[in-house]
């Protein structure tokens, strides 16, 4: 299997075997959810009634004012009318640290070192920070997911050596960029006071219950206080108090030595061989010689981008997951939920809810602020409503009778403790977006078909296609207030052919048809934006032939309708989507363009299917930050 294609499916691999009952009921997707309570509140949000799932006439402010770009197989980013496009910030090139600004070289020649000065390889999650009150200065945060050691290194993987894993460890971690407005265009700020790589030998500390805990000791940490390094960053999210939280998706991939694991082990999904070979020159990431070192990923991290000398910490007390991301809402009273899920077939969507309210004057009155509160999973029921379930230590199951001595352990074990709660088993939950008008959160599932595969636990209300290859898009509003035990739901969308004949399975949307929605976002007036991540082995082919290369899409939820603003180049994906606060900037990251289902050891197979965004005849595909705007500035959507 390539990299590529264990990429793609791992999220796909069926990690939870345990018994939870399925609902086993096929929901109405076409119900209206009756509003009920008081609305909660966002920071700095706006506040209307809950327009979801009707169709109301015009979409006030979020309405669509662009024209659709059509399905494209090109090798190129396709905008609409009136937009232009900026590649500001590609795999390789510096990010504006004072130690060092080196070139990158376009034979992938560049060593580890550089490289740690460098963007990292394969952006996803992102943020934008404003400098002062404006929309023309600030900073991005940046995930860098994974790498693809084919074309990372000049020789691709073999041979295999240390210094490859040393470069790989460089690569992966988050970015943190300054860029200015300057006559209609972005430009990086270098050097950068502000400028910030985190590679796999950054300290981060560990907060809340799990930190000291005995699971998460290691030789090189007795006190089980530190880790080095977050990788495997997918999606991001930005606190009302000025951070940047990642989530550690697929992290077990990055370790080996799993030919014999625990049941632990199975069920957080170690594979036997190594998909990525960092423990064949770092023992650290060999699972028989360090155990625990295996407990100290999976979480979500937040780290201040206004101060680069702070030391950014795993936030444990939000659970350990194969987080997507972490997308932070305010209740009435001031305090923070945090909703999170993790991107694999059958598991869980989470929200925490914090002890204390948020303090006024930034990240450092709320540095502990995401190490208290209450954890939660959630169970959707058929009949439209769902239950928060508390994931705390002596109640219920979670008892030392059941293998969980103490919080810590309930948090590490996060999702053994979410099978004993009996908490619903999702298509891969995404990313999450707040509507900040409405309150409601959305979540993308992006696909699943095994669910009706024999064994398997067949359909429920929430996730109701046995084979599901397109995905959907389910959201939720909590009763009362964002720290709700309860819920309604219903779908959005359960995506696909437009043409497809039962318009009923396509919840209240119309317009252009799409698949396996990934990244989400509302932009500053409401519009909720759509990334797509249909696989190499998927894209373009098959029920997929007519949707092109991913691509981005915008929805006015009041009206239901989804118009495609971008298409992507060749085996890309499309992520990222962020906006300045007057909305006139759009940001996303093009991650692997010229991905393919097949292998990559030959870095020079990429650049047959794409070789954007240098084209250069001896170069190599790079993923990028693009920035883009309206030719007449005016607000991106509209
Ligand atoms: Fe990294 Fe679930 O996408
Ligand atoms: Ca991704
Ligand atoms: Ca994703
Ligand atoms: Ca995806």
Same mark, same amino acid.
């Given at each position: 299997?390539?990299?590529?294609?264990?990429?793609?499916?791992?999220?796909?691999?069926?990690?939870?075997?345990?018994?939870?009952?399925?609902i086993?009921e096929?929901?109405d997707?076409a119900?209206? /959810?009756?509003l009920?309570g008081?609305?909660?509140?966002?920071?700095?949000?706006l506040?209307?009634p809950?327009?979801?799932?009707?169709?109301?006439?015009?979409?006030?402010?979020?309405?669509l004012? !662009?024209?659709?770009?059509?399905p494209?197989?090109a090798?190129?980013?396709?905008?609409?009318?009136g937009?232009?496009?900026?590649?500001?910030?590609?795999?390789?090139?510096p990010?504006?640290?004072a130690?060092?600004?080196?070139?990158?070289? =376009?034979d992938?020649g560049?060593?580890?070192?550089?490289q740690?000065?460098?963007?990292?390889?394969?952006?996803?999650?992102?943020?934008?920070?404003?400098?002062?009150?404006?929309?023309?200065?600030?900073?991005?945060a940046?995930?860098?997911?994974?790498t693809?050691?084919?074309?990372?290194?000049?020789?691709?993987?073999?041979?295999?050596?240390?210094?490859?894993?040393?470069?790989?460890?460089?690569?992966?971690g988050?970015s943190?960029c300054?860029?200015?407005?300057q006559?209609? &265009?972005?430009?990086?700020?270098r050097?950068?006071?502000y400028a910030?790589?985190t590679?796999?030998?950054?300290?981060?500390? /560990?907060g809340g219950?799990a930190?000291?805990?005995?699971?998460?000791r290691?030789?090189?940490?007795?006190?089980?206080r530190?880790v080095?390094?977050?990788?495997?960053?997918?999606?991001?999210?930005r606190?009302?108090?000025?951070?940047?939280?990642?989530?550690?998706?697929?992290?077990h991939?990055?370790f080996?030595?799993?030919?014999?694991?625990?049941?632990?082990?199975?069920?957080?999904?170690l594979?036997?061989t190594?998909?990525?070979?960092?423990?064949?020159?770092?023992?650290?990431?060999?699972?028989?010689?360090?155990?625990?070192?295996f407990?100290?990923?999976?979480?979500?991290?937040?780290?201040?981008?206004?101060?680069?000398?702070?030391t950014?910490v795993?936030?444990t007390a939000?659970?350990?997951?194969?987080h997507e991301?972490?997308?932070?809402?305010?209740?009435?009273?001031g305090?923070?939920?945090?909703?999170?899920g993790e991107?694999a077939?059958?598991e869980?969507?989470y929200?925490f809810?914090?002890?204390? &309210? /948020?303090?006024?004057?930034?990240?450092?009155?709320?540095?502990?602020?995401?190490?208290? +509160?209450?954890?939660y999973?959630?169970r959707?029921?058929?009949d439209?409503?769902?239950?928060w379930?508390p994931?705390?230590h002596?109640?219920?199951?979670?008892?030392?009778?059941?293998g969980?001595a103490?919080?810590g =352990?309930?948090?590490?074990?996060?999702?053994?403790?979410?099978?004993?709660?009996? #908490?619903?088993?999702?298509d891969r939950? =995404?990313?999450l977006?707040i509507?900040?008008?409405?309150?409601?959160?959305?979540?993308?599932?992006?696909?699943?078909?095994?669910r009706?595969?024999?064994g398997?636990l067949g359909?429920d #209300?929430?996730?109701?296609?046995a084979?599901?290859?397109?995905?959907?898009?389910?959201?939720?509003?909590?009763?009362?207030d964002f720290?709700?035990?309860?819920? &309604?739901?219903?779908?959005?969308?359960?995506?696909?052919?437009a043409?497809?004949?039962?318009?009923?399975?396509?919840g209240?949307?119309?317009?252009d048809a799409?698949?396996?929605?990934? +990244?989400?976002?509302?932009?500053?007036?409401?519009r909720?934006?759509i990334?797509?991540d249909?696989?190499?082995?998927?894209?373009?082919q098959?029920?997929m032939a007519?949707?092109?290369?991913?691509?981005?899409?915008?929805?006015?939820?009041?009206?239901g309708?989804v118009?495609?603003?971008?298409?992507?180049?060749?085996?890309?994906?499309i992520?990222?989507?962020?906006?300045?606060?007057?909305?006139?900037t759009l !940001?996303?990251?093009?991650?692997?363009?010229?991905?393919?289902?097949? =292998?990559?050891?030959?870095?020079l197979?990429?650049r047959?299917v794409?070789?954007?965004p240098?084209?250069?005849?001896?170069?190599?595909?790079?993923?990028a930050?693009?920035? /883009?705007?309206?030719?007449d500035? +005016?607000?991106v959507?509209?």
């Amino acid at each position: 299997m390539s990299r590529a294609d264990r990429h793609f499916s791992a999220s796909a691999d069926d990690h939870n075997r345990s018994a939870n009952l399925s609902i086993h009921e096929v929901s109405d997707p076409a119900r209206r /959810i009756v509003l009920r309570g008081g609305l909660g509140a966002l920071a700095g949000g706006l506040f209307a009634p809950w327009l979801a799932g009707c169709a109301s006439p015009g979409g006030g402010a979020a309405a669509l004012g !662009f024209t659709a770009v059509p399905p494209s197989t090109a090798d190129a980013l396709r905008l609409p009318p009136g937009y232009a496009a900026e590649v500001l910030a590609r795999w390789g090139d510096p990010v504006g640290l004072a130690a060092g600004m080196p070139s990158f070289r =376009e034979d992938a020649g560049n060593s580890a070192a550089e490289q740690a000065l460098q963007f990292g390889m394969h952006h996803d999650g992102m943020q934008f920070y404003p400098l002062g009150d404006g929309s023309d200065h600030g900073l991005l945060a940046i995930n860098h997911e994974y790498t693809d050691d084919g074309l990372l290194h000049p020789d691709g993987l073999a041979p295999w050596t240390a210094d490859k894993v040393k470069k790989a460890q460089a690569a992966v971690g988050l970015s943190v960029c300054e860029l200015r407005l300057q006559g209609g &265009r972005w430009q990086l700020v270098r050097p950068s006071r502000y400028a910030r790589r985190t590679t796999m030998a950054t300290p981060f500390a /560990i907060g809340g219950p799990a930190a000291g805990h005995p699971l998460m000791r290691t030789a090189a940490d007795p006190q089980g206080r530190t880790v080095l390094g977050t990788m495997a960053n997918c999606a991001s999210g930005r606190t009302p108090w000025g951070t940047y939280l990642s989530g550690e998706e697929n992290f077990h991939f990055l370790f080996g030595g799993g030919d014999n694991p625990t049941a632990d082990q199975r069920r957080w999904g170690l594979v036997r061989t190594a998909w990525y070979r960092w423990a064949e020159h770092d023992e650290r990431f060999d699972v028989r010689r360090h155990p625990n070192e295996f407990h100290r990923f999976g979480w979500v991290v937040e780290l201040d981008p206004m101060d680069p000398t702070s030391t950014p910490v795993k936030r444990t007390a939000l659970g350990r997951a194969m987080h997507e991301g972490a997308w932070v809402a305010v209740t009435r009273d001031g305090r923070a939920v945090v909703y999170s899920g993790e991107d694999a077939a059958f598991e869980y969507l989470y929200k925490f809810v914090s002890r204390d &309210r /948020i303090r006024p004057g930034g990240a450092k009155p709320n540095a502990d602020l995401l190490d208290h +509160g209450t954890l939660y999973v959630a169970r959707f029921d058929g009949d439209g409503s769902g239950r928060w379930l508390p994931l705390v230590h002596g109640q219920g199951p979670l008892t030392a009778a059941n293998g969980f001595a103490d919080q810590g =352990e309930v948090v590490i074990k996060t999702r053994q403790a979410s099978d004993l709660l009996g #908490a619903t088993k999702m298509d891969r939950p =995404e990313w999450l977006a707040i509507d900040p008008r409405s309150g409601e959160v959305y979540c993308t599932l992006t696909n699943n078909d095994r669910r009706g595969a024999p064994g398997q636990l067949g359909v429920d #209300a929430a996730n109701p296609r046995a084979n599901n290859t397109m995905g959907h898009v389910i959201r939720w509003k909590d009763d009362g207030d964002f720290d709700g035990r309860s819920l &309604r739901w219903n779908h959005l969308v359960l995506a696909g052919d437009a043409q497809q004949p039962r318009p009923e399975a396509r919840g209240n949307i119309k317009g252009d048809a799409f698949a396996c929605p990934d +990244g989400l976002a509302f932009d500053p007036a409401g519009r909720l934006w759509i990334c797509t991540d249909v696989g190499p082995r998927a894209l373009n082919q098959g029920e997929m032939a007519a949707l092109g290369n991913n691509q981005l899409l915008a929805c006015d939820v009041a009206s239901g309708e989804v118009r495609r603003f971008l298409t992507g180049p060749a085996g890309c994906e499309i992520t990222g989507p962020a906006f300045t606060p007057d909305g006139r900037t759009l !940001f996303i990251n093009i991650q692997h363009p010229g991905e393919t289902a097949g =292998e990559r050891n030959d870095p020079l197979q990429p650049r047959r299917v794409s070789n954007w965004p240098d084209f250069s005849p001896t170069g190599r595909p790079r993923s990028a930050t693009v920035a /883009i705007r309206r030719r007449d500035g +005016g607000v991106v959507g509209s």
